[in-house]
């Protein structure tokens, strides 16, 4: 009787093998596809006029501002990263959580905002946090190669605390989330944790990409969160402060906006490269009882430049009222 011959997986069966164990096969297999879809777009296979195509003029932008001697000024303001503390008080937050630290950081793009960085490793190790979020976007590029992307994110998480939790943003792709989970970050994809002080809890959510991918699921991610019990979303994207906040979360932190990383002076945003009320764009806001604040991010997304809006790490801290 033959025997059989199992030819062994290609890398890319194996991937996709890992994806379906850690997220499900519909899943997996939604995220691959939607990715595939949008990368099309960007080599011309679909519509070389989409919008999205006017990502790539960025050399454009970048020798205009170098000719108008802005440039430098721009890429200097992109790595001044300041810190700011945000004070969120409830009435129902459990008592031992009163006093609770969060550091929250978001748009990485760590190969292209390496000033930014390399001020964001020194800035962490002095700040004092309970856990550490990461609403998302840790490449810059929103398609290809990701290799240095991990690397930096990797020399970033040796630098953070032992409770390190993240979402995926619309500039990641889910291939990048075995390595991620794999240098120490707790990956929420349409998932929950429990954090536990004496005999009382809070959780924390998180949900896949809700602007480019569409792919947050809010009842999976809340499914194993009793009702009524304080708990908080990370989003990559604001866009989702509706569905948040009639869903129960107490909090909501999420990043995507950038601030507007160009602004007018007194820091007005010229877009938020999303449909968003501008008061959900940046900095802290309310919905329907539930909390929220914006983070106009660590790095700087297609030019490393910013103008009347400051990169920023952000401590929120919780406190009982």
């Given at each position: 009787?033959?025997?059989?011959?199992?030819?062994?997986l290609?890398?890319?069966?194996?991937?996709?093998?890992?994806?379906?164990?850690?997220?499900?096969?519909?899943h997996?297999?939604?995220?691959l596809?939607?990715?595939?879809?949008?990368?099309?777009?960007?080599?011309?296979?679909?519509?070389?006029?989409?919008p999205?195509?006017?990502?790539?003029?960025?050399?454009?932008?970048?020798?205009?501002?170098?000719?108008?001697?802005?440039?430098?000024?721009?890429a200097?303001?992109?790595?001044?990263?300041?810190?700011?503390?945000?004070?969120?008080?409830?009435?129902?937050?459990p008592?031992a959580?009163?006093?609770?630290?969060?550091?929250?950081?978001s748009?990485?793009?760590?190969e292209?905002?390496?000033?930014?960085?390399?001020?964001?490793?020194?800035?962490?190790?002095?700040?004092?946090?309970?856990?550490c979020?990461?609403?998302?976007?840790?490449?810059?590029k929103?398609f290809?190669p990701?290799?240095?992307?991990?690397?930096?994110?990797?020399?970033?998480?040796?630098?953070?605390?032992?409770?390190?939790?993240?979402?995926l943003?619309?500039?990641d792709?889910?291939?990048?989330?075995?390595?991620l989970?794999?240098m120490?970050?707790?990956?929420?994809?349409?998932?929950?944790?429990?954090?536990?002080r004496?005999?009382?809890?809070?959780?924390?959510?998180g949900?896949?990409?809700?602007?480019?991918?569409?792919?947050?699921?809010?009842?999976?991610?809340?499914?194993?969160?009793?009702?009524?019990?304080?708990?908080?979303?990370?989003?990559?994207t604001?866009?989702?402060?509706?569905?948040?906040?009639?869903?129960?979360?107490?909090?909501?932190?999420?990043?995507?906006t950038?601030?507007?990383?160009?602004?007018?002076?007194?820091?007005?945003?010229?877009?938020?490269?999303?449909?968003?009320?501008?008061?959900?764009?940046?900095?802290?806001?309310?919905?329907?009882?539930?909390?929220?604040?914006?983070?106009?991010?660590?790095?700087?997304?297609?030019?490393?430049?910013?103008?009347?809006?400051?990169?920023?790490?952000t401590?929120?801290?919780?406190r009982?009222?």
């Amino acid at each position: 009787m033959a025997q059989a011959v199992y030819e062994p997986l290609s890398p890319e069966e194996e991937l996709l093998e890992r994806l379906e164990e850690r997220l499900g096969r519909v899943h997996a297999r939604q995220r691959l596809g939607m990715e595939r879809e949008y990368e099309d777009k960007f080599n011309g296979r679909v519509n070389f006029f989409n919008p999205d195509k006017w990502y790539s003029v960025h050399s454009f932008f970048t020798w205009a501002l170098k000719l108008t001697g802005l440039y430098q000024l721009g890429a200097r303001n992109a790595g001044r990263i300041e810190v700011r503390h945000n004070y969120i008080d409830f009435a129902d937050l459990p008592s031992a959580f009163d006093g609770f630290t969060i550091l929250h950081l978001s748009d990485l793009h760590v190969e292209m905002s390496a000033p930014a960085m390399r001020r964001l490793t020194e800035l962490v190790t002095t700040l004092e946090y309970d856990i550490c979020v990461l609403t998302g976007d840790y490449r810059g590029k929103i398609f290809g190669p990701f290799d240095e992307a991990l690397r930096e994110t990797a020399r970033l998480r040796s630098c953070l605390g032992e409770a390190v939790y993240g979402v995926l943003g619309n500039h990641d792709t889910v291939r990048m989330l075995p390595e991620l989970e794999a240098m120490g970050i707790r990956m929420l994809v349409n998932e929950s944790e429990t954090i536990v002080r004496g005999k009382q809890r809070l959780h924390l959510a998180g949900v896949d990409d809700a602007h480019q991918y569409m792919a947050a699921n809010l009842e999976k991610a809340a499914a194993g969160i009793p009702g009524g019990e304080f708990s908080i979303l990370l989003s990559h994207t604001p866009e989702i402060y509706k569905q948040a906040a009639y869903a129960g979360f107490h909090l909501c932190l999420s990043g995507h906006t950038h601030g507007g990383q160009i602004c007018l002076p007194g820091s007005v945003p010229v877009t938020l490269s999303c449909d968003l009320p501008w008061r959900f764009g940046v900095g802290p806001w309310s919905y329907e009882g539930m909390k929220g604040y914006t983070s106009v991010g660590v790095g700087s997304s297609v030019i490393p430049v910013r103008f009347n809006c400051s990169p920023e790490v952000t401590l929120h801290h919780l406190r009982l009222k």
